[in-house]
T-cell receptor
Framework: KAGVTQTPRYLIKTRGQQVTLSCSPI?????VSWYQQTPGQGLQFLFEYFSETQRNKGNFPGRFSGRQFSNSRSEMNVSTLELGDSALYLCASSPFQGNNSPLHFGNGTRLTVT | GQNIDQPTEMTATEGAIVQINCTYQ??????LFWYQQHAGEAPTFLSY????GLEEKGRFSSFLSRSKGYSYLLLKELQMKDSASYLCAVRDNSGNTPLVFGKGTRLSVIA
């Protein structure tokens, strides 16, 4: 079974631009979560989607948004990029929302904002 | 809210045993996870505890005490490839809240 796939792997943008990141979950997994990882803060929760609905949202500004499609694939968008948005963005999937099966992570998208 | 604490860095010798501690404060509790993350790679699941006690899985074991809000990950017969960050994550008892991660412990295994 293929793992969680995130594209692109690396991205360089300038301040003020916007970016869209993509995540394809493991086949059959319906829950997708997004995390931002930085050296100082560790993994910070962004969103969780299940059945095309946002079920949870972390403490990030409205510039961060996301969605989930009917095939469970998910995208997140960051508008008006700031230098502080430079981070590794990780997507994780699980079969259901809120249960205790572990999250399966993709390799992430490394975003650099200059 | 949730507060999860882990040591920032640890160093241990190849072949030795190391214990990585995690303390948490949550409004409830519905499970604790340990993940391993090598530099530049995705976090991978190691263990899950929801009841008090020790869960053993090969060279890795994880312990939980719910009354103390405490867990540890025990790594035996350390190998160089065990050099990685180890992340503790907790889900509270509402069941539908997201998994919250500690900042991770970077373990360096030296010869």
């Amino acid at each position: 079974k293929a793992g969680v796939t995130q594209t692109p792997r690396y991205l360089i943008k300038t301040r003020g631009q916007q970016v869209t990141l993509s995540c394809s979950p493991i086949s059959g997994h319906r829950s997708v979560s997004w995390y931002q990882q930085t050296p100082g803060q560790g993994l910070q929760f962004l969103f969780e989607y299940f059945s095309e609905t946002q079920r949870n949202k972390g403490n990030f500004p409205g510039r961060f948004s996301g969605r989930q499609f009917s095939n469970s694939r998910s995208e997140m968008n960051v508008s008006t990029l700031e230098l502080g948005d430079s981070a590794l963005y990780l997507c994780a999937s699980s079969p259901f929302q809120g249960n205790n099966s572990p999250l399966h992570f993709g390799n992430g998208t490394r975003l650099t904002v200059t | 809210g949730q507060n999860i604490d882990q040591p920032t860095e640890m160093t241990a010798t190849e072949g030795a045993i190391v214990q990585i501690n995690c303390t948490y404060q949550t409004s409830g509790f519905n499970g604790l996870f340990w993940y391993q993350q090598h530099a530049g790679e995705a976090p991978t699941f190691l263990s899950y505890n929801v009841l008090d006690g020790l869960e053993e899985k090969g060279r890795f074991s994880s312990f939980l005490s719910r009354s103390k809000g405490y867990s540890y990950l025990l790594l035996k017969e350390l190998q160089m490839k065990d050099s990685a960050s180890y992340l503790c994550a907790v889900r509270d008892n509402s069941g539908n809240t997201p998994l919250v991660f500690g900042k991770g412990t970077r373990l360096s295994v030296i010869a």
